[in-house]
T-cell receptor, first 111, second 115 residues
Framework: LAKTTQPISMDSYEGQEVNITCSHNNIATNDYITWYQQFPSQGPRFIIQGYKTKVTNEVASLFIPADRKSSTLSLPRVSLSDTAVYYCLVGDSNAGNMLTFGGGTRLMVKP | NAGVTQTPKFQVLKTGQSMTLQCAQDMNHNSMYWYRQDPGMGLRLIYYSASEGTTDKGEVPNGYNVSRLNKREFSLRLESAAPSQTSVYFC??????????????FGSGTRLTVV
């Protein structure tokens, strides 16, 4: 399983763009990169997934360079409600493949 | 709402007691998982079931057993609870699509305290 490394915590202010980078040097050819968000007392929630280049949805963008050894989750114009822990996961696309959650990045958005 | 349902939401056990955490999903997913999350930590995989009829150990299986009762249900049993098993337990399910998406859907968790 590819190991991921993320910053432990980040602070931001409302209205700013936040970029969280994840390092995954041992990513395999079949691995996808997925980001989850977790609020206190809740289970993680899927945010975005990608394989290469750039993926964008209504919540975030995911930037993946050509070598795929890292990825960056970009949250545009964060609000207080974006305060949460963000997890970067790398794993095979086959269903049933267990994923390993690291410690995540604790994002604090301040007014 | 469609998704993953866990019961109970809260439980206090005495050391040595046993209990079963229940999990059911209504999304027709093949794969199901049990994770535990200790305070301030990430999630650690206890057991998973790639499909009905199969179960496999994850990162921290000691002290737990699981049963994949059918495609919908995946239960986690603590035979003799210990204080070290005090944690929040999350059940999840997943499925791959033709595009390769395998995102997990998590339940809301069971907060277990062993005294």
């Amino acid at each position: 399983l590819a190991k991921t490394t993320q910053p432990i915590s980040m602070d931001s202010y409302e209205g700013q763009e936040v970029n969280i980078t994840c390092s995954h040097n041992n990513i395999a050819t079949n691995d996808y990169i997925t980001w989850y968000q977790q609020f206190p007392s809740q289970g993680p929630r899927f945010i975005i997934q990608g394989y290469k280049t750039k993926v964008t949805n209504e919540v975030a963008s995911l930037f993946i360079p050509a070598d795929r050894k890292s990825s960056t989750l970009s949250l545009p114009r964060v609000s207080l409600s974006d305060t949460a822990v963000y997890y970067c996961l790398v794993g095979d696309s086959n269903a049933g493949n267990m994923l390993t959650f690291g410690g995540g990045t604790r994002l604090m958005v301040k007014p | 709402n469609a998704g993953v349902t866990q019961t109970p939401k809260f439980q206090v056990l005495k050391t040595g007691q046993s209990m079963t955490l229940q999990c059911a999903q209504d999304m027709n997913h093949n794969s199901m998982y049990w994770y535990r999350q200790d305070p301030g930590m990430g999630l650690r995989l206890i057991y998973y079931s790639a499909s009905e009829g199969t179960t496999d150990k994850g990162e921290v299986p000691n002290g737990y057993n699981v049963s994949r009762l059918n495609k919908r249900e995946f239960s986690l049993r603590l035979e003799s609870a210990a204080p070290s098993q005090t944690s929040v337990y999350f059940c999840a399910s997943s499925e791959a699509t033709t595009e390769g998406y395998y995102g997990y859907t998590f339940g809301s968790g069971t907060r277990l305290t062993v005294v």
